[in-house]
């Protein structure tokens, strides 16, 4: 401590080290938080085509078009180790060739300020419906899921599911007409 | 010429030291707390960066009442130089240490 510079070295060392500190405790304050909280999920509209799946393999795929309601008020899940919520919707359902499938049908980002509740009307996907087969048409137990990524300040990323889920099934024809 | 003290005394470094650790602490409590309150940790690291300006200030420049402690060095002893007879040499190895 006897130059200018010894003093100014020390003082930013133990700044950047009671920094770390202060993050460690601003992560220990929000890890043991339940981020969980509902969700009601609604199908509009659901019908399911059979068309070329030029994306992977050129044989005709189950698509599914559906549109759905989302309601959810996330103001809960934010505080002061939360900067943004990654949102994602996923289908679920089970195949003859595969017990479990899972398809993302939708996502949202959230940042923290940004309005935490949602209230969505006939939306549709972002992205499309495929199956790897014919498991569609007919299927009926398809779960609906509302899922997030919280990406903090300090420490983990956890992946939270909404506690609410809508089941709901596909028609037994396939559609015909253009959508 | 215009002599510019800019030393600091053993009880000025050990006061410089403890004030900087004192007041970086206070300041990261402090801004725990708030941002704990209102909910930004942003204004927590705000308030740590505002203790780091302030203690930098106050204990990096050699301040004069860093220096309220001189050292009380001993008056030079002037010794009578000796006749040189045999010990010139032992005087020699003294100075090459």
Redesign the interface.
């Known amino acids: 401590?006897?130059t200018?510079l010894t003093?100014?070295n020390?003082?930013?060392a133990?700044?950047l080290s009671?920094?770390a500190?202060?993050?460690f405790?601003?992560f220990l304050?929000t890890v043991f938080l339940d981020y969980r909280t509902d969700a009601n999920i609604n199908t509009v509209r659901v019908l399911v085509k059979n068309v070329p799946d030029y994306g992977a393999s050129r044989e005709k795929h189950d698509l599914g078009f559906v549109t759905f309601d989302l309601e959810t008020n996330l103001t809960s899940v934010f505080?002061?180790?939360v900067k943004q919520l990654f949102l994602y919707m996923t289908a679920e359902y089970k195949t003859p060739s595969n017990t479990l499938n899972q398809v993302v049908l939708w996502d949202k980002i959230i940042l923290r300020g940004e309005n935490p509740v949602l209230d969505f009307k006939k939306m549709n996907t972002k992205y499309y419906f495929w199956d790897d087969g014919n498991g569609l048409r007919d299927n009926h137990n398809v779960s609906l899921y509302l899922s997030w990524n919280i990406i903090p300040?300090a420490g983990l990323l956890p992946s939270v599911q909404a506690t609410g889920k809508h089941v709901f099934k596909f028609p037994s024809e396939y559609a015909t007409s253009s959508i | 010429m215009l002599e510019i003290p800019t030393h600091m005394d053993f009880v000025g470094q050990g006061k410089a030291e403890r004030w900087s650790r004192l007041i970086i602490t206070l300041f990261g409590v402090v801004g725990l707390i708030y941002g704990a309150i209102v909910q930004q940790f942003s204004q927590t690291v705000y308030v740590l960066g505002l203790g780091f300006l302030l203690s930098s200030l106050i204990t990096i420049p050699p301040w004069p009442f860093y220096r309220n402690n001189p050292l009380k060095w001993q008056k030079p002893v002037i010794t009578e130089p000796k006749p040189q007879s045999g010990e010139s040499s032992d005087e020699g190895k003294k100075k090459k240490k």
């Open positions: 401590m006897h200018v003093r100014g020390a003082t930013v133990y700044s009671v920094l500190c202060l993050t405790s601003c304050s505080n002061w180790n300040n």
